[in-house]
């Protein structure tokens, strides 16, 4: 299937830990572990994304989407676009402090907010839903040594299916893996995925991916919303 990645990779991630983490880029580690499966690829930055255009998104199964400091500077029209996508079928994947991107937020409607503390703490993440199509393969729960800490209260929609909940070592839990459909389109919010901690490495957790972007692709895609008038079937 066709993968569209957006990654901001500013220059906090070119240098340090985050470099250290991910070499290639969190763009790079997953455009990687998707072109494995034989998955097309496409990546975006912040550099890039404004540019990105809608027959690149026609041409999207499935989006995955990085984001942290540079939410403000995604194009208002272009997060529209996507969002519209979205409903029009293309799946979406916000991974971690994309709980704030804001064609989720779109899509979502709700503040999207959270509780953080970032000390590298242990996360363990339960599947609560081991029937799911994204948690297929799955142990009962998955360990990730680092992570940092997302709690709850969660301003999200209570989602349509949850999939994962991660309890934190510092004692707090968190709606780690959670579905909505808007429209024609899938959505998949996962929380792992701190820039300086490489959980995007861990097997499990590439099983997720991999499991998540066969769900979220598109099962009917419509090139618009219309509201037609339209005769009638039978003579009246
Ligand atoms: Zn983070």
Known sequence: ???????????????????????KGIHGALKDLFESKKHEVKTFTLETINSITLDVLKDTDVMIWWGHMNHQDIKEEVADMIAEQVRLGMGFIALHSSHLAK?????????????????????????????????????????????????????IPTPDELVFIGWFQGGNVFRSGC??????????????????????????????????????????????????????????
């Open 1 to 23: 299937m066709k993968i569209t990645i957006y990654n901001e990779f500013n220059e906090h991630h070119k240098t340090g830990k985050v470099l250290q983490a991910y070499p």
């Open 103 to 155: 064609p989720l937020k779109k899509l979502l409607g709700t503040p999207c907010t959270l509780k953080w503390r970032e000390i590298d703490e242990k996360e363990r993440l339960w599947v609560v839903n081991p029937a799911h199509p994204i948690a297929k393969g799955l142990p009962e729960y998955i360990e990730i040594p680092h992570d940092e800490m997302y709690g709850e209260p969660f301003a």
């Open 179 to 236: 579905c909505y459909q808007r429209g024609y389109g899938k959505i998949f919010y996962f929380q792992p995925g701190h820039e300086t901690n490489p959980v995007y490495e861990i097997k499990e957790i590439q099983q997720i991916l991999l499991n998540a972007v066969d769900w979220a692709k598109p099962v009917f895609r419509a090139n618009e919303f219309s509201c037609p008038n339209v005769e009638s079937l039978e003579k009246i």
